[in-house]
């Protein structure tokens, strides 16, 4: 005696929210259920547990149903198999690509290959995240980051029209696009304890002011790829530590702006040429492929390490780093004040964001 | 040449990856008409190919645009291989054929292949030009409207109902031809479907011959079913209510005075029941007598005059095997008397008021001999009296008795005497009045709900079964078996109406269960006194002359009253004054097949009771497996109806609405399911309680759980009338005097394997003031009996559920709703089950479905489960199938309580006054139209009806020669009593001759009735009482996000709540098959079918929305047949579904604004495209 066929179809298509994060977390139908019991569902119904296991199974069909839309949710809107109401449209779609942030710091960067999937298992044990999870996320990663590829026009703006995310979504997507087309690497240990909306956060300064479409918004990949001649103009920076004066000068004018107003002044006067070095070799080391993967982990190490051991706060940060970047502007050998502000603009916004525990 | 056909294909999108290589698509699109076929270019390598292709113009007679689908196939260009097909598109043309539906088709529609699903889509548009065809020869009939409705579509008004409208064809299943060895499957489902829709649209247009033919313009309530009889065929069957419908142009007042009839045949002619002979051609209107019974003859009882339709074509060696047997009550033969008296049921004995009148009854047999009380006494001799304590002591057994039958007894024979003079009185009066109906060959009317004033009287359901033994079709072109078999059930269907006293039969409808070559046709309805005037012209006239005779009984109690003489009772049953009006007389029970009455007064609320029933039968083959059915079947019924009686006691309610009772047959089982709405109807008498009684009274501890027991139940009661909000107001009926001399007469139900009546008598049964319901336990079957009682469960707070359009007593609905289709099927591995353990299975089943409903819609709380509609089936030895297709629909919990005010004006969801369908003229006619009736009933002033419940089994069954032929089992039936009947019958030789003829016949079959009566004079109108307004989020036709697909609604009520419909646009009559062979791959069973019937849904919702639709009402799915074989990885499932495409506003809106307009545009762009 079993139930050996049981579905329930309706006009307009029923789904429960709770059932499709189960079914999105990887969830079993049977754990899935073990959940919703827990939950407490029966209660409020008066209902048994072999009605929710029917119910479970149902919802679970058609997600699986639905899933082939959601790979193109554009199709979601003018497809004709399910009547399903706008708004839980949007809704579907953005919980379908919405994605775990201990999933995504492990693959940020990384690329999305066949080689990447298969280790999908360790990553799972590792984050607790279910395997089928994983997949998801990392096949929508993938497919996204296919269908962008191709585009012209802003990154953000494309992942949005395609994939109809939302505004906020849609930036995390670019981020990740922007991180793995970059290969910037992201899994050092010293780069652990900064989350993904800090690099997400990182990725949207870059892809705003250092990528081909910072200048020119109507070129392939603008989004994507850095802005080649900026990076060679960075080069020019290195005057700023290889020209004595121009550091002693640089140093001093800035010493005088911070004297008295920060705790942390003798370390910041201390370790001003060390600090300047570091920042302007990075500048100057970006030409290369290898060096721009190694971005991030320059900045902790040769930045960030060196002021959290002396104990800066983020506002001595926040004082050092704005009088350094505005007193280059008053140094008088110094010819390339765009490009300065183009680099620290940037460097200066995601070392605040990078500058915490 | 009548006609012009064109079609444009515009583009196609998401289609499927057909190269590999490429990874895209190289198509193009036949279009197919009749033998003409078009191509257009192919497009290469796009899934999303734009061909904008030139008209393609199919030059065709009208006969063909009726009968023929528009074929569309996708076909994949291969340079080097044959084309693959993707899939086809069938649209149907007919909406484009009537003048007031579509103008145009133009639209997405899904590409669906059988094995594959739906696979992209394409757009496409259609259009027909109809030339006039006035040559009356003519064999098509475009422009008759059908609509699957049971009630008079709204915005429409009936000039006149002209009668029921049948007609059947069959064909040769492609699927069992040899051809299908050799073809793939996908050639044989495309053949079935083809075959189906062309069967389907070849029936439709005959039909629409006898719509015109009659000088109707409509047909409503249309149903059609297929009969897939494996080797022998396949039969497409339908019938319906052909009418003359007005349109009602909203925002015009009603047209009050007069009723136009478009057509312009004389009335005479529209009154002419259908031809049975499709095939004839029609001679036009002056030939009438070529297709029913001429006119003169119309005051003769139909049994009497039309023999002919019992063509006794059979061979006759059947008929000499034919001979009277009792087979399954009394297993000695009776001998050939006149009459023979069947020892049927048997009141009890033991109680002392009854035996000398049971004497009178026991002639009570068989629908076709049944003898009326009135003849009884004098035409028959009463069997001795030990014959029938024998008899009864052999009933014991299996059957049993509600109280109805037990007073009705009583009543005879109090009031036998007077019957006899009064009876050829009362036959003469009722002849003169209703002579309209009854020169019909079948006053039948699938309708549901009525226009006010059409329903006068009810008088209860009536039904008949007959168990047939399918062989093969020789000749497709003259289905006259088929035919023949259903001539045979429809005229016992009318016989048990008269016996009611009834001259029509309303909310009627035919099923078919098959199982091999086994075949149960079952019919039913709801037998009715209508009033003629919407019969035929003239009657209109006469109104005015009539209204001296007008009885004011008050309108919402009107059609509770009993139609039948109350002295000569058709069955026993307990009557009492009617509770509202205090001057008819009402039954204790009324059960009917048709909705609540909108007019009908309602104590609290009604909900869904169901009758859940499994038997086991022994595997057999041909006739020994048809008589073994035969025989189970009354007692099903019987076992069917006292569940029902039990639940709708339990639940302290007096009625059921919209009583649907199927019985399906399996290789070993067979399965009985009952649905109704059981209401409080205020105009009824309170239900009595239960009682339980103990077999024996010594035993203490059996004492104990007796109390136990009864204390559940009074709980239980006590419960459900709160649950329900039953309050009825005390009554007062000493004060007004019911004057009945009711003996407080007690029924019980007895469950014993022995004789033990003697002790029963002494308990004291009553229950309160009012009889109580005994049921006795004296085995474990009875207890188990009792505790299933117990097992339903009431719906969660927050939910009500019922299988009428809506739920009595709540009224104020808001928009939300949401249709859904069900299926579950149960394999029962314990291959040793019993009767009681297939029930418990079997209610489980049904009960956790329910349970599984009210859990998935918990969101639309406070709610209503509308139009459940149950369909159970056997598909396999161990499988026992149930679909369900319901809609659930939200209403206002603060106002659930009061109906609005009595107009129906601000009642019906789509309802105002201008757009009532039904001038009120008509209405005011109403209380005119009554006086035929009532006259009769003023005559005798006090003719209240019992609630009586007539349940007749005849099993004629003869196929072995030297087996008995004509089996009367009746079960609780059998103390039925055919007093109007006979009364109706001038002699009842007449009758004799009608039984001889059914034995002649020598076929199985059983038959059924059940009745109980009312008199009903008010309108009754279907409505949802929905004070506009309060519709939240609508979702209007409005497109939405950027996308092009319309929102569809669906639902199988005729309306919407808070939606008015403002166009039909045509009937949708869809038929898929789907097939696979990677069930697993698919997620197994639940997987295909879960995507098939959404599959479904959305090819139902594309072709509504090419239509210029935004809504499909009466949907229904009328098959759901799924084959499965796991092993092979296989499986195959065939749909049937059906519905009316409408356009419909909100109600607050002014006019179609958007759909219309949209409609307009395309039409034009069509024109342009066009020219």
Known sequence: ?357 | MPGKLKAKIVAGRHLPVMDRASDLTDAFVEVKFGNTTFKTDVCHKSLNPQWNSEWFKFEVDDEDLQDEPLQITVLDHDTYSANDAIGKVYIDIDPLLCTEAASVISGWFPIYDTIHGIRGEINVLVKVELFNDLNRFRQSSCGVKFFCTTSIPRCYRAAMVHGFVEELVVNEDPEYQWIDRIRTPRASNEARQRLISLMSGELQRKIGLKVLEMGGNAVVGYLQCFDLEGESGLVVRAIGTACTLDKVSSGSAPNTNTHVHPNTAPASNACNSPSKDGKEPVFGEDLPSSSGPPTPFRALPTSSSSPPPFSPSKPCSRQSSSSDTDLSLTPKTVEPKPVRCRPGIFLCPSSPTLSTDTLSLPGSGSVGCGHGLSSAPRATTPPPPSSIHSDCALLRKSVSFTEDLLLAASGMGSGGSAGKEAGPLKTLLRQHTQTALEQREFPFFTLTSFPPGFLVHVGGVVSARSVKLLDRIHNPDEPETRDAWWEEIRQEIKSHAKALGCHAVVGYSESTSICEEVCILSASGTAAILNPRYMREGCLDIGSTDHRFEDPSPPSCGFCHIPYDELNMPFPAQLTYCYHCRRQKVPDVLFTTIDLPSEAAVTGKGCLIQARLCRLKKKAQGEVNATAISNLLPFMEYELHTQLMNKLKLRNMNALFGLHIQISVGENMLLGLASATGVYLTALPAPGGIQIAGKTPGDLSNEHHILTIQKRINDTIAKNKELYQINPPELTEEGLGSPIPEPRQRSRLFRSHSESSDELSELDLSHGKKDAFVLEIDDTDAVEDIHSLLTDAPPPTGFYSCNTEIMPGIYNWTSGIQMFTSVRVFRLSNANLTNQGLNKIFTDLCENLLKSFYFKLRSMIPCCLCHLNFTVAVPEEELIQVAVTAVAMTFDKDQAQEKPAEKPINKGSSENEEQLQFPLELCADVSSANTQPSSKVSGTVSLLTPAAKLCQNQLVMIHLPGVPESTNVSSRAASVDYGSFADRCSTWLELLRLKAHTIRRGSVKTSRRTQSLAHSVSSLERCSPLPEGRSRSLRSSRSFGGSSVTVVKMTPLSFLPGIRIIKYLGIINMFFIRETTSLREEGGVSGFLHSFIAEVFAMVRAHVAALGGNAVVSYSMKECVLMENPNKNQAQCLINVSGDAVICVRETDQEPTASMTNIGQTCCSANDGAT
């Open chain 1, 1 to 357: 005696m079993a139930v050996e066929l049981d579905v329930f179809v309706g006009n307009t298509t029923i789904m429960d929210e709770e059932v499709y994060q189960l079914w999105l977390d990887g969830y079993t139908v049977n754990d899935a259920v073990k959940v919703r019991m827990e939950g407490g569902v029966l209660d409020e119904c008066e209902a048994s547990a072999d009605v929710l296991l029917s119910d479970t199974m149902d919802q679970y069909r058609t997600f699986q149903m639905c899933e082939r839309l959601l790979h193109s949710p554009a199709k979601l809107a003018n497809q004709l198999l399910f009547q399903i109401p706008p708004h839980r449209q949007t809704v579907l779609i953005e919980r379908y690509y919405a994605f775990d942030d201990a999933f995504v710091r492990e693959v940020l960067g990384k690329k999305l290959s066949k080689g990447t999937k298969k280790d999908l298992d360790d990553i799972s044990a590792k984050t607790g995240v279910t395997l089928k999870s994983c997949r998801r996320q990392f096949d929508n990663f993938k497919r996204v980051f296919k269908v962008v590829e191709e585009l012209k026009g802003p990154l953000v703006e494309n992942i949005r029209q395609h994939f109809l995310l939302s505004d906020k979504l849609a930036r995390d997507y670019a981020a990740i696009v922007f991180f793995t087309n970059n290969r910037f690497e992201t899994g050092k240990r010293k780069l652990q304890y900064l989350t993904f909306q800090d690099f997400a956060f990182c990725a949207g300064q870059l892809i705003n002011n250092w990528t081909v479409g910072a200048v020119d918004n109507m070129v392939e990949d603008m989004d994507v790829d850095l802005d080649k001649e900026f990076l060679q103009e960075l080069k020019e920076l290195k005057i700023l530590i290889t020209d004595k004066d121009l550091l002693d000068q640089h140093k001093s004018l800035v010493c005088t702006a911070l004297r008295g107003k920060t705790k942390a002044f003798n370390e910041m006067e201390a370790n001003f040429k060390n600090l300047s070095r570091g920042l302007v070799n990075i500048a100057a080391k970006l030409t290369n492929t290898k060096d721009v993967r190694d971005f991030f982990i320059d900045l902790v190490e040769k930045f960030i390490e060196p002021c959290r051991s002396d104990r800066w706060t983020a506002a001595d940060m926040k004082l050092y780093l704005t009088h350094y970047t505005n007193s280059a502007h008053i140094l008088d050998t110094f010819k390339h004040q765009v490009v300065w502000d183009r680099y620290m603009g940037v460097i200066k916004s995601c070392i605040f964001k990078m500058y915490h525990d």
